[in-house]
């Protein structure tokens, strides 16, 4: 007849306990690097389409795997496998070429080869220019109470993908460029909120994105909160929760 001691009892509950935990962070660790992973928004350069307080998925298979596809991007293999390209209109995050461990967010709106110029805030593209119609205006509370109104425009680009931006400022610095020759291998990104966003635009800061920092394409909003309440404060949630944006597709 066997006995065990409360302190063998004890240590077998501890080791199976680690054990789970183990296992829970190998698990996540997996879906972290080859399906999904979390995101914030912290800025507004993508309102409307993003706002400050969303909290969304970014699906890490929709371009391959690259060194930046793994948590602290190691450099175990270089380019991307099982690579498919993004498409015109994609929502985008990618490692930040001047500063590989700064995450971004736009959207891809010029393809290796082609030509991208801003004239007098209209979008060309290879130099024809793109659809843009002008929508309801952007209302937005300031924290001092004032109701701000922004124009808002619907662009529609060459391949049907149709999305709204914001005009902050009249003949803002960025909305008359010189041509952009975007080059292979290379993405050229745009915020949504294109008086306020740093992008492909701004060559010394941004500039052409390599394909290899393509972290992967937003899909889902899974939680949104309203900027500047913490996502944590769960007592808040009945009035800072956006609720009619949980579960938006982006994809």
Known sequence: MSVSSDSSKSE???LETVKVIVHALLIAVVIRT???QPFSIPSGSMKDTLLVGDYLFVSKYSYGYSRYSIP???PLFSGRIMGSEPERGDVVVFKLPTDNSTDYIKRVIGLPGDRIQMMDGVLHINGEPVKRERVEDYVEQEPDGRTVRV???RETLPNGVSYE???LVENGYYDTTNVYEVPAGHYFMMGDNRDNSTDSRVLSAVGYVPYENLVGKAQIIFFSVEEGSPAWAVWNWPWTVRWGRIFDLLG
């Open 12 to 14: 077998g509950g501890f």
């Open 72 to 74: 602290f991007s190691p």
């Open 151 to 153: 124009p808002k425009y």
């Open 34 to 36: 080859v399906l999904f």
């Open 165 to 167: 931006t914001l005009d």
